[in-house]
């Protein structure tokens, strides 16, 4: 396909938000380009989130790539917080008044947009080498970069950053222009996906002395699981055996019982990171998703809010080249952050309420252990906190 060498919007990055946002500006005919750096079998070989909130499934409809979300993703009204040694369930549906939350992996929402985006014939450059932004403080944007060994430059109206926590375009900001928040947590998440029925229905969290712990999954027959780990413990220390061996003692012995393992197919580890870049605008350049805010993936906000924020810009971006008001883009950062900020502090919230922390900090140590079983045990009494959890959980209005 030839690659134009003027679009309207020039995107950086074809992960969830760069693909979101062009497939919602393809349906009111305003021109995109991607940039993306690596291969499409390597952005889809990515194993992360995996729950979507109701108003990120409305967006995919609105897309036109919810068919198949419809068809394999599973409903899940409620799920499950373990301590002590039992399991309380948090009954989301009754607690938010009928919502719940889809459990349908990142991956396939992925693989929905890139078939979709293939399907219209859009122009994706992928394996794009040297991505560099300019003039985005002026009124003629570029992006410059390399494809094959041969260079090319791509004029455009503005630019969308959609290219993650490591991108270029955040970076591109001068710094004195930015402000960045940041907390990095002492610990990690090792994940291990498993072709193997899920523990439970639902998801349970688990806090334990060992650490925290995780069940999720993909579907039916494919399982995540996850449990809290050292980050100076290598990849190497954890073979199948010792992660079943850890995730079935941080469960209560029902699921401990119930848990069926086998081969992992994935293995990795995650560090854990709050992060937050303000504001979300420089110019003609809109930051979105991981490429200005990252949040710890406890409370499954990662995703959710990569499309919120692409919610915010397509509607602006549709309202100036469809309707001729500016309104939207001059608000869109100071609308993403206040969504943002409400979202990292539940996931801060969640994370330290179900993690083990060293003793050198606030929640650490014996103490705060038992600060957080204290906690856990008045949520499970408590309707008010659960329906603030659930009210969270299920994902705040746009
Ligand atoms: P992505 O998915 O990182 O996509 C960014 C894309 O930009 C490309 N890129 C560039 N392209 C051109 N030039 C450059 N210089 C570029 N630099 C980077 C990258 O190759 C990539 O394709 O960001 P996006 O689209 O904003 O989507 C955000 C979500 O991916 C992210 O919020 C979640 O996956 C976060 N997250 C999780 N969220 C959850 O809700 N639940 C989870 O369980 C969960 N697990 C995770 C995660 C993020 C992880 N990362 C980033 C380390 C597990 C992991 C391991
Ligand atoms: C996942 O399935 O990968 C997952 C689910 C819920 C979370 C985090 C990750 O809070």
Known sequence: MKIPDRTQVAIIGAGP????????????????????????????SRIRAGVLEQTTVQLLERAGVAERLHREGLPHDGFDLC????????????????????????????????AHRQSLGLPTVYEAEEVSLHGFDGAQPMVRYVHQGQAHELHCDYIAGCDGFHGVSRASVPPRAITQHERVYPFGWLGVLSRTPPVAHELIYSNHERGFALCSMRSHTLSRYYVQ???????????????????????????????????????????LRSF????????????????????????????????????????????HYVEDRGAGLEHYSARCLARVWKASRFSWWFTSLMHRFPQTELSGGPMGYRMQQAELDYLVQSEAAQTVMAENYVGLPF
């Open 17 to 44: 938000s760069g693909l979101l946002l062009s497939a919602l500006l393809a349906r009111e005919g305003i021109e995109t380009v991607i940039l993306e750096q690596r291969s499409p079998d390597y952005v889809l």
């Open 83 to 114: 301590f002590g040694g039992a399991r309380h369930r948090i009954d989301l549906k009754r607690l938010t008044g009928g919502k719940h939350v889809v459990v349908y992996g990142q991956t396939e929402v992925t693989r929905d947009l890139m």
């Open 229 to 271: 780990c050292s980050l100076q413990d290598p990849l190497e220390n954890w073979s199948d055996d010792v992660f079943w061996d850890e995730l079935r003692t941080r469960l209560d012995p029902a699921a401990a019982q119930a848990l069926i393992t086998g081969p992992s197919i994935e293995k990795s580890i995650a560090p």
């Open 276 to 319: 937050v870049a303000e504001p979300m605008r420089f110019g003609r350049l809109f930051l979105a998703g991981d490429a200005a805010h990252i949040v710890p993936p406890t409370g499954a906000k990662g995703l959710n809010l990569a499309a919120s924020d692409v919610h915010y810009l397509s509607t602006a971006l549709i309202e």
